[in-house]
Every structure is written in C-alpha cells, then in structure tokens.
C-alpha cells in the first residue's frame, strides 16, 4: 500500500472483458482502494459524464486528483494519465488584502502568486463594519459577491499571465478569518460579534467549488480551513498547520499581530488558543501618518544620536509618505533607547526640543521633514498617538502572560516563537522587546513566518498527509476567552509601562539607563 | 443510542453560552453522533446559509433530513422543528412510462402518485434507439433533457394538486434500467450495448438533486440505485429490496419480465442474478394489436366452448382496441386449452374454421369482431405473432432453467416466485404455466409484486435500514453473462413446443388431452 504522496495520482485500472463487467467508475475505485486504501471516494456528475470517453481515450491509464474531506476523499478530476495538468489554488483571504497562489499539483510546484485588495474594503476597511452590512440579505451578497467576482477575475489574469487552463483547476484551499470565511461564502456572520459568540459554521465540509460560485473545473472542491472560534479563525489554522508547532516536543507560542492578538501555545501534546483585542496600532492603524505597508511607507526607523536626527528605510525605497506598524514599533523603541521617551511612554521633549513641535495644543515629534517626505508636509507623530501604541504593546504582552499563566508556563520556557502574519514578517523583534511587546527571549528563538495563512494553504495542496495533521490539531486545540477580570487588567496597567514596571522580566534590556 | 427510524429526526441542540462557543453546524453534528451515533454528515452551502437563522427562531429545536450515501450520511434539510414539512420523491424511470410517488417523510406515508409516458420515448420507442441517439452530445443532451424536464414538470402538478411545496422535497430515489439511468444523468451510454458491455457507473455516489436539474430543496439528495451490469439495472436492484428474498432462508426467484427477461435466483446466503432478450412479445409489442396496458386493451381472454367464441376483459371495461401482454399469454393459453393451437404452436384452423380468416395469404385468427371492437375493425392475431410469442416464452423458460442450473437448483425447489413490473400483476400464473412460460409450480408460490422497482424506491425513503440491505445485496449478488451455446440452443428448441418438448416438466397440465 502506497501513501497518497500527493493529490494526484497516475493510475492503470484493469481492461474491460467479458469475465470482469466493472463498470469504469468501479474501477477507479477498485485501483484507488488497492493501491492507496482510499476505501470510496465521491465524485461529481460531471466526472462520470466526461469519464467513458476519458477511459477509453486514454486506454484505462488515467491520472486522478483527489481531495479530502473529514470522512471520505473526493475524487475531484479524472484525465488521460500523460501530460495532464491538475492545478491547485491557495488563497490567504485577508480582510484588506488577499493573496492567491496556483499550485501544480502534479509536481507541487509553486507556479504564479498574486496580492490584491480585499474589494468588501469598499464597503468598510474592517470586520465590524462589513458585519453590519451584511445584516440585510442584499448587504451580505454583496460582500460575497465582491470577493468571489474578484477572486474569479485574479485566477483568470494569473492563468492567462501564465498560459494555464483555468478548467484544471480541481482543488481549492482557502484560509479566511472566521468573519472573511463566512461572507465568502455567503453565511450571516452577524452572529459571531455578538455574545456568546457562536459563528455558524467552524468544521467546513469541502464543497464544491462551483456551488460557491469560484469559476474552476466543474468538479473542483473547495477547502476551507476551519474556524477554531469566533476570533480564531482558519488563517490562524493555517497557520499553525504550516509552522509544525503541533508535532514538536518543546513549547511553542504562535503570535498573529494585528488588530487582534491571535495565540496559541504548545507542543505535540496540547494546544492551547486565545485571541483578544490589541487595538490598531500595531497594524500602523491609529496615527494620522499610520499607514499599512505600501511603497512609500517607513518599516525600518533609527535614532542617530551624533546627529540628533531620525533614519529610516521606506519600502521601494520611495520619499516617506507614512509609517506601518514595524516603522513604528521601531520607532517607540528607538525614541526609549535614546531616552526620548521615558518609562511611561511620555515624550522627554527636553532632550531634543528641535524635534518636537505643538499643534494644536498637542506635542508632536516630527519623524520626516516637508523636504525629505513624499507628502510636501512633515510627517508627525502625537502624543496620543504614542499612547495608543503603548496600550497596544501592553494589551499584547498582557494576553500572552495570561494565557501562559493560564496553563502554567513561564514565557522563558518558550522554545520558539512563531510570528505569523505579512506584518509579522517585518516587526523588528528586538524592537518589540525593548518596548515590552514581546516577551524578552534570546532572539534566535523568534522566526518570522510571513504570510503562514496561504503558506499553510499551500502545503495543504501539496501534502495530504497535512489533512491527518489538521484532525490531530482539531482534537487538540482548546479555545479559550481570555477573561477581562480584575488580576488582567492589573497585568495590563503594570505592561502599560516601557519595557514593563517589572524591568526583571526585560534582563537583556538592563544595559539601558533610563 | 436510538436506531434512525425515519430519514427524518427532531433534535434538540444544546444551547450556546459563552462556555460552550461550538458553532451551530456542530451542534446538529454533535446530537446527530450522540442519539443516532451519525459520526459526521455532510451539508450543503445552502443549508449552511440558512442555518444561523432557522436555529435561532427555532430556539436549537430543529427538525433535520438525513440521506445516506455508503460512506457517509448527508443532512439535506434543516427546520424548525415545529410542522416542518419534509418530502421524499420515488421515481420508478421506466423506458415506456415512468412513475413518480411523493412520500411524507415525516410520517412515512405516501401522499400523491402518478404515471406518466417517459418522454424520450417520442426520440425512439426502445432502448436501443435511445442509445443511438444519444450517441452524439446534443442527442444525449435532448434525452437528458427531455425526462429532466417532463419529471420537473410533474413533480410541480403532484405539489399543487396536493398543496405541498417541491421546496420541502429533500430526498430523491430513482430506479431505473442501466441506461435510463445513464440517460437521465446523461452519461453516455453507448459502451452499456457493445461488448464487453461496461457500463460507465454501476455503484453512483449520492448526488445534489439540483446538479442534475432536479427543481427540488437547494440541498436535496439524489439516490439513484445501482446496477448490477448493464442489463441488470436500479430498477430490478429496487425490485430484490421490496420482495425480501435476500433475507429469506428458502429459495426463490425474481423475474421481471418485459422485453428482457431479467431473473434473480437466491436467499439470504447468494443471490445470482442474469438477463436474457426476451424479445417483445411480452410486452404485446409484437402483434399488429399488441398494445402496452391501456384504457380498452384486452388484459383478459377465455375462449367459450359452447358458443365457439372469446369472452375478454378491457382495462377500463372500454370497447376492445387492442391486446397486451397478459392477454396475449392468455389467449394463447386458451387457444391450446381447446385444442385450437396444437403443440408446435400452429393454429388448427379444422377446430374452428368460423374464427380464422385470411389476410395476404397469412392465416389470422379474429378474436373481436368489427362490430364489437372499439377500433371498428376486426382485431386479428396472426400466425407469426403467435410463432413470435412462442419464442418469447420460450426464451424465458430456457433462462430460468439455465440460471437454476447454474447453481444446480431444479426449478421446483423454489419456494417464492416473485414476478416484478407492472406487467407482472397482471399475468394469470395459470396462463403462463400452461404455454410453458414459466416453469409448473403450485399457484400460490406466485408472488405478483407490482411495480416492485417504485415500491423498492418508496421503502427506501421510508426505512434507513434498507440502505444496510442494499450493501448486504451489493456484496451478495453476482451477475453471470448468460452463455448462448449449444447446449442452450437445444434447451430454447425444447421449449419452443406447448407447453414443452418434456411434457414432465409440466406434471399439472397432464389433465389436458392434444
């Protein structure tokens, strides 16, 4: 007995005589069952239309793709073994952007990726505005309808870029959060924000991708990876999925930074997931030149001391225009490293006065002149814009302390911490320790994941062994809601402080005066 | 653990709270495994998008339709619990005329049937035509259509004559013939006629109504019931469910006689099953007035000795216009009662020359004169149209006989002979017996069953445990090819004198005198 070492699978079924009257589709069966114990799987009526033709054409040598679902496997196309194609589609579904992947899934090649804006941005940048429209019948069609239109004319574009044939396309992957997943497929999600937070929907059966509307092979299955909870959703499981933290000894943390701090701690034991809200500063969302990642955009800033004055890097290299949330994580740790921030998160304007200037009755420091920034105006950033980071910083910091208190681990018992998400990507981790964000570990045990919700979309294209994984991870999993009581929120006024008001928790920082 | 009684169950779901965030699919999930130990069923999108709504207005009391498919079970609809409606649909797909029952599935009892000429038949009255036509996409696509649209059609006046709603029909059971099966998915059909003889699908998965044009529920399933081979359809598969005999101890028979004389011989241990051509004289399909069962054809025939003259009986007691099968077989039978069709089948005009005439230089017999016939003419039967009987129950014999001594059964140890299709209720076992059509059992061993492949497809929506038994059969039966060699050429001379060349085979005819 093989393993099914791939989704698509080359096969000779027995010939046809008069001893052995099997029908053809028994035959598939028959050969699917011999060689790889899939006991049945299902098809679709537009398989066994085009399969009498296909058999004969093809002399009984066929090559098959498959899918799983949680009980059965799916036989999701059937072609003449030599030189057909099966092609995959992966799809991180962000709430401001998505990224599409088309996998070969005969030699589980990455061929062609794109990255596009969210269209239900339209109808508002977040989650709770796009619930709310979705309240009304027509609201929430539309929002589906937006997302599977663009989605259908990004896969056409990629196909055509890459010369592919859109009708092989047989096996689909998406990885959504719990809300994205639900107005992709047209669900009410109104449910999900209000308490006690029951989503509709968490275990996806696979479906047929052309009942939700996607434009690929009539017999093409959609996954969805599944929802944990109302705040945990199939990005994260993705996620998880894709960093492996699930078939390792040693404890793991798995952050995904964004207006939500999604969590999950543990091994191959246990899991242990929670989420709560971090505000969105870390996603560069709260001050005025705050900005998502984009051309033009600060991710990189350094104090120079000698000359008294801000560096920094821009993605593309371009004159400044804003700054994301690592520009300013890195810029809230170089301001306190330089002591022009104090303790408590407050501009020490005496020490550079030339940096500072009041508006409006408010201090701000002036991070790009009008002549170096790509606006004509000075780039500023306020007070309040400062303490809305560090509430941020402290919200999170606070969330992973309690999960980890929660189930008894001390955070410097944490082997490795994964930090998923395109954000992720760029945060600066010794940045995000000297402002008390993250945890103070040796650097070395933080590994930046990128986007790990289409990472772990795609490896679920290419490896079906993954789908065993994904039930171990489902049984394993717990959800927990992170309980807002008093002790927390004493937890998170002592984080509110720069790095912590317990700096014994920050000893790689103790070199910092203050 | 309750036993699934009906394929519908009331439940009710366990509450949300903030302890307890498993979403609302799961919960259906989670009662279906604890009462009914249903590990996981599969849903369909629009059941999932209705579901926030209906489970909340029905406080978690909802009333669910399951179907099964050998792998998995499949939930096709979700109500609140209260007075929801569910439907099940049986079709009997006949190649002449087909039947359509609607069922309460709630209750289980059958609400509305009707019975309707199979469209197609206006493309060509016999399989073999139909499979010519639909050699070419369009020709099967205008069959495919033809029924599609015709059962829609149907399936919409049984609704409004009842005041039920074709939204509230959730499960589907078609029993078919292999190719009218393969006709009404449109799959080709064409390899079912050539040798080998491979029919593209014998074992169909559980489809979506909708995907093959079903104007049913958005989540209706469709259960077509397999094919043994492609001349041993559903419709017999139906037909051994109904009868029972796969859970008996004795051994009987099934036939379901029409053109192809398909036999099933077996118990609870084996089933065999084959099929031979007939030909159409079964039927009445042969003879100038041979008419399939209708308003005014003769289904009844004795011949009156002392007036010298037929004495009939018309369905729907209307003015004779023709004659089918039963009275075919009756007519014979009495015609060599009295001596007025000799042992080789050849008609002794001397007896009675007032009721022959000649047409063309072929002698005719007159079995309703002009004045008494509803056409106005004489109904005639001539010579070829008896000789052409004569090998149609002589096939018949010579392939229960072949079939019983396949498996070295002597025909007398059947304990049940079961005759399916409408056709079969109307035989007179007596008239069968006496021609040598069947073989020389005691009268109440016949077991006329009806149109035994709706009645299969109506159990089946009535009782889940059928779907056991329909394994149990699928594992149990063997299809032998029936072997046309010498040997049965001699037993098909034998059979072709009345009742038999062995007068022994037919111990209770030894009163007649020839």
Redesign the interface.
Known sequence: MTKLHSWCVDMELSL???E???????RI?VALKNRFDV??S????SL??S???IV?EAEYKVRCSLFR????YYITGVAPASQSSFLGVAVDLGTTRYVVEIVDLVSRASIVQGNYANPQGKIGPDILSRIHHASTQEGLEELRTLIIEDLNCRITQLCEKEGLEKKNIVNVAVAGNTAMTHLF????P??IIR???????????L??AR??GLDVAPGARLFMFP?V??YFGGDLFAGILYCGMHLQEEISLFVDVGTNAEVVLGNKDWLIACAGAAGPALEGGVSKIGKQASPGVIDRVKFDPEKGSFVWSTIGGLPPVGICGSGIIDLAAELFRNGLLDFRGKFVVSRAPELFVERDGIIHLILVRAEESGTGKDLLISQPEIDSLIRSKAAMFTILETLAETVGVSLSEISRFYVGGTFGNFIDPRSAITIGMLPDLSLDKFVPLGNSSLKGAREFLCRPALFEELLDVERKIT?I?LNVNQEFMNKFSAAKFLPHTDRSKFPSLSSLTF
């Open positions: 046809p005589s008069l052995d009257n099997t029908a053809d589709w028994d069966q006991s049945r299902i098809g679709h009526i066994y239309r399969l009498p033709s004969r679902d949680r009980a059965s497929l047209g669900i009410e109104r449910w308490e006690p937070y029951i989503p509709p929907l968490n275990k996806l059966d479906m047929l009942d939700i929802n909870g109302s959800y809601e």
